[in-house]
């Protein structure tokens, strides 16, 4: 997948690993967690579950999902601990996983197997979701008000798995755009193993773009109460309008795209500064990935979008003119109570795929009168992956069944509640809140899940309850994915 170049380059950077950064773990352990943090996957399934799932505790579900409104939308994965397939969560899942692939799919060994795999899983609902219906992307199924009133397995949910898609009359730019971006990353990762695929991947992918470009519009008006607050567009569709171009031109080399960021860049935040980067906010990703067009041709009009990835880079770097960042006392970078790893596995892809840039092309970052090199932001980026996996004032690895002690009472509905194979009689909806509660370990351990972490202070309940701390999702462990992939290649690849 990746040419001879980028993998000389990915070579350099595992020697400046070994040189600059001692570790808690071996390149055993990160080949471990790479290997979970792919399996988590499987237990977000929904659908028909194939004969070679390997997390056996969980069992087919929302077979038929669409059904009512005459489309299949089977398949597809929950976003977190509920039941609710949330469009715009799992696109950017997609979108990441696919560009962990991308960038590091080459080292991952047995694993990229795997990768493919979930990747396809979410491209095959998503594939189904965009061409069901013309001018129309389904991107919701369930009821998320009925859904979080009950606490209940995916295998036995009689909550309303109603169906929410936008159209041109109700227009929806954002999670439209982010498909766009997501279809079109992974056509890239089956360009080589499944060629037609790719293709039907990418020209879906256009289309889609082209729907959410011409029907202008956010699918949090469009949808309000079903999509607030939980994955509530807050940054607007400007920046997956860009993302998604940017993603395009990436995998099609098509000037017409080229020409749309070129035209369009200002307008939709290429001049702003973004320290963060998210399933919400896509500012940053298209910056670091345009930045790669300026490395590696000197394109002029991509200049900028390197000078504010060096920006962001500059915002983590304690001791820089920019530093803005906020760390724990342990190390950890800080941005949210609710699910703040999700802002560190991103940030952890980040710096290493920006250090892959930078060395590609002799490349800096340039921050005032200092000037970083990619061994720098390779360092920072495994003081993090470390602290996720152990190497923390708690001793705790927040992935769950990695290491020697890591969370037991997950946020997590399939994994808290008996399975269905130890208890096949139904457990209804008020019925299962006791598990909930309850104080004992979850029975069903969601391997390779991620969690939403510790406090700002380093603590961690490991409370079942506290659904901001201990909730997973698949946006956490997408990006994690790539960094895992980097740091286990140490051995593979000595």
């Known amino acids: 997948m990746a040419s001879s170049k980028t993998s000389h380059v990915t070579m350099c950077m595992i020697l400046l690993l070994s040189l600059c950064c001692s570790s808690a773990f071996n390149t055993k352990d990160y080949a471990d967690a790479l290997e979970k943090s792919i399996l988590f996957f499987e237990g977000q399934r929904s659908g028909k579950l194939p004969s070679n799932q390997r997390l056996t505790w969980r069992g087919d579900s929302g077979l038929s999902d669409g059904s009512g409104y005459h489309v299949d939308l ?3 994965y929950y976003d977190a601990g509920d039941n609710v397939k949330f469009g715009l969560p799992m696109a950017f899942t997609t979108t990441l996983l696919s560009w962990s692939i991308i960038e590091f799919g080459s080292l991952m060994e047995s694993q990229i197997k795997n990768a493919r795999s979930a990747v396809r899983w979410s ?15 389904y991107v919701q199924v369930g009821d998320p008000y ?20 936008v159209s041109p009359q109700n227009p929806g730019s954002d999670v439209a755009a982010e498909t766009a971006a997501a279809l079109a990353a992974a056509s890239i990762v089956f360009k080589d193993s499944d060629p037609s695929y790719s293709t039907k991947l990418l020209q879906t992918a256009m289309k889609v773009f082209d729907f959410a470009d011409k029907h202008r519009g956010s699918y949090s008006d469009s949808l309000s109460s079903v999509v607030c607050p939980f994955y509530c ?13 940017s993603w395009l031109h990436r995998a099609s080399q098509d000037e017409s795209y080229l020409a749309y960021i070129q035209s369009n860049g200002r307008t939709m935040g290429a001049d702003d500064d973004d320290y963060s980067f998210s399933w919400d906010d896509k500012r940053v990703g298209t910056k670091v990935l345009l930045a790669k067009s300026f490395l590696e041709s000197s394109t002029q009009e991509f ?27 342990g190390g950890l970078l800080y941005k949210a109570s609710e ?8 940030t952890a892809f980040m710096l290493l795929t920006y250090a892959k840039y930078l060395g590609s092309n002799g490349g800096v970052a340039k921050c005032g009168s200092l000037t970083l090199t990619s061994d720098k932001l390779i360092a920072l980026a495994k003081k993090q ?27 997590h509905r399939g994994s808290s509640l008996p399975s269905v194979r130890a208890h096949p009689s139904r457990i209804g909806c008020n019925d299962g809140f006791q598990y909930l ?16 972490g510790p406090d700002n202070k380093d603590k961690f309940a490991d409370n079942r309850n506290d659904y901001q701390q201990s909730e997973p999702a698949t946006y956490i462990n997408a990006p994690f994915v790539g960094a895992l992939a980097f740091f286990a290649a140490n051995t593979w690849h000595k």
Not at 128 to 133: C, G, I, L, N, Y
Not at 235 to 242: A, N, Q
Not at 385 to 409: A, C, H, Q, T, W
């Open 74 to 76: 089977v398949g597809g």
């Open 123 to 137: 491209t095959d609902y998503l594939l189904e979701a965009a061409t069901a219906t013309p001018n129309t992307l």
């Open 146 to 165: 009925k859904d979080h009133e009950c606490w209940e397995r995916p295998e036995d949910m009689d909550t309303p798995r109603n169906v929410y898609k």
């Open 233 to 245: 567009s807050y940054s607007g569709y400007d920046d997956e309008l860009l993302w998604g171009a």
């Open 303 to 329: 200049q900028s979008y390197k000078a504010h990835s060096d920006n962001y880079i500059c915002s983590l770097i304690p001791g820089t003119s920019s530093f803005q960042a906020q760390y724990t006392p």
């Open 339 to 346: 699910s703040n790893l999700q802002y560190v596995t991103s």
């Open 385 to 411: 992956v470390d602290y996720i996996l152990g190497d923390n004032p708690e001793k705790m690895s927040y992935m769950v069944g990695f290491g020697e002690k890591y969370p037991l009472r997950v946020h």
């Open 437 to 452: 509660y309850s104080s004992s370990p979850n029975p069903n351990v969601l391997v390779g899940a991620i969690l939403g």
